[in-house]
């Protein structure tokens, strides 16, 4: 079992950044794949970004490309997502989710376990 635990949501400006955090439970964090997806009022589920195991590859939503880098610290447990440029269409709950197969995937189906997610709004 993972426990994945989102922090660093909040209330931002358009135009602002914001650093949301992951932080996995359990002692094989560096074998994981780490994905973050979202979800907006009425929307579906997002892929944004997604990192391998070793942090090397990376994949990014297109609506999020060149706005928000993931990057990983394995002796942390710890995943983060670096959002700038912020638009009021980013509101959404921002979910971390583990691959224990170590890919970084772009479906939630490549997902075994998720966290609760992080509430980020953006205002105009």
């Known amino acids: 079992q993972v426990q994945l635990v989102e922090s660093g949501g909040g209330l931002v400006q358009a135009g602002g950044s914001l650093s949301l955090s992951c932080t996995a439970s359990?002692?094989?964090?560096?074998?994981?794949?780490m994905g973050w997806f979202r979800q907006g009022p009425g929307k579906e589920r997002e892929f944004v970004a997604a990192?391998?195991?070793?942090?090397?590859?990376?994949s990014y939503g297109s609506t999020v490309k060149g706005r928000f880098t993931i990057s990983r610290d394995n002796a942390k447990n710890t995943v983060y997502l670096q959002m700038i440029s912020l638009k009021p269409e980013d509101t959404a709950v921002y979910y971390c989710?583990?691959?224990?197969?170590?890919?970084?995937?772009?479906?939630?189906?490549?997902?075994?376990?998720w966290g609760q997610g992080t509430q980020v709004t953006v205002s105009s």
């Open positions: 990192i391998g195991s070793s942090g090397v590859r990376r």
């Open positions: 359990g002692r094989t964090f560096g074998s994981y794949g």
């Open positions: 989710a583990a691959d224990l197969d170590g890919r970084p995937g772009v479906s939630s189906a490549d997902y075994d376990y």
